[in-house]
């Protein structure tokens, strides 16, 4: 079973910055693509930013020129660099990642981890 674990949310400050992480750990031959999605209470959940295997990216017009989706192959983690963070960005963010393992892929979630921007 493959499981990411995410980390790095919190309390900040409109304007400020947050670093997330997300180590993906488990049984598969390859990782596809990774990405961050996030869900507001009340809200449907709704993709952030993901990048492919080779680092081409896609953003939500919502976060774009504010966030950075990156990921390191050797340590099987994905990052996103949250700037000049709104208060409309507190969320709950969830990793997402499509693996291979005999053959086919799967997709895998993350509990997730709060963030909370405050005015």
């Known amino acids: 079973q493959v499981v990411p674990v995410e980390s790095g949310g919190g309390l900040v400050q409109t304007g400020g910055s947050l670093r997330l992480s997300c180590v993906v750990s488990?049984?598969?031959?390859?990782?596809?693509?990774m990405g961050w999605y996030r869900q507001a209470p009340g809200k449907q959940r709704e993709l952030v930013a993901t990048?492919?295997?080779?680092?081409?990216?896609n953003y939500a017009d919502s976060v774009k020129g504010r966030f950075t989706i990156s990921r390191d192959n050797a340590k099987n983690t994905v990052y996103l660099q949250m700037n000049s963070l709104k208060a409309e960005d507190t969320a709950d963010y969830l990793c997402?990642?499509?693996?291979?393992?005999?053959?086919?892929?799967?997709?895998?979630w993350g509990q997730g981890t709060q963030v909370t921007v405050s005015s």
């Open positions: 997402h990642v499509n693996y291979r393992r005999s053959g086919f892929m799967f997709n895998s």
């Open positions: 488990g049984s598969y031959s390859s990782i596809n693509a």
């Open positions: 990048i492919t295997s080779g680092g081409s990216t």
